[in-house]
């Protein structure tokens, strides 16, 4: 598709700062991102676009090993209680993992199943448990599992569609949990550049959402590779509207639908 003066097509490297897009982004003061990166100016990209920047969020959130060996076998209830970060990625890690990366991540396709289909807001018992020892801003998310409490803190949401399988238009989540993927389901956060899809709970667990802290994963974002797969059928018009395929208008994410305190700052600030 060439372009015209009514639509700019996003470029399928839209990492590059000199393209129609960013050049866009900075004026409009937005900008697209592809999940673990952003294009806006080129102080921040250079620095957002590099590990250096989330490997040392996540180290600044890691808590001394003793505060999580003593959760792990002598509660009084006998729950043990572990604590785990996911990122950009989707890729899931014990809280106490350093350095984070695909080696040390957790691979299991069976447990990521069960860990993600399992995942809900923190209920006021747990919250309690988290604000008696000053961590209540820190773990917005819960994972049970028996007599285990998974405590979860991501980077931007629980849910990160990390595959997108165009044949049968399906995103996987997890190990490869499925959705399917609807275009109209797109939204863009206004606020980081991020993309996000609608995230559909299986029907058990649909209660989810309706839970408080349940509009915090009404959206999953959606991978890097995922998005700049997907750009290639994201548009711009004059107006800074997007579209998909020229049909449907990308919304745009609600703030209370963004990410909260607990995420990966966007300013730049660490700690």
Known sequence: MSSSPTWRLILRQPLRTKSLFSSFARSSR????????LICDDAYLKRATTSTYIDHWFDSIRKPRSFYEQWEDNDDEKIRRYFYNIDFQGRLFLEETSPK???TSINDEKFLNFFFSSIRPANDKELKFLT??????????VSPCGKELNFVRPAATPIVFHTYREDDSTLLYGGNLQQAFDSTHLVVSAKTGR?????????????NLSLPGGEK????LIRSSVAVAL???????????FFYN??????????????G??????????G
Not at 217 to 220: C, H, K, L, R, V
Not at 231 to 240: T, V
Not at 246 to 259: F, G, Q, S, T, V
């Open 231 to 241: 750009s290639e059928n994201i548009i711009i018009g004059c107006d800074g509207d």
């Open 132 to 141: 008696g020892h000053e961590i209540q801003d820190d773990y917005p998310f």
């Open 30 to 37: 937005t900008s697209f991102s592809t999940g673990d990166s």
């Open 246 to 259: 020229e049909k449907h208008k990308i919304d745009w994410l609600a703030d209370e639908n963004e990410p």
């Open 217 to 220: 994963m009404a959206y999953g």
């Open 195 to 207: 993309l996000y899809h609608l995230f559909v709970p299986p029907n058990k667990k649909k209660e």
């Open 261 to 270: 305190a607990w995420a990966m700052p966007d300013d730049g600030t660490v």
């Open 101 to 103: 990366n695909i080696a």
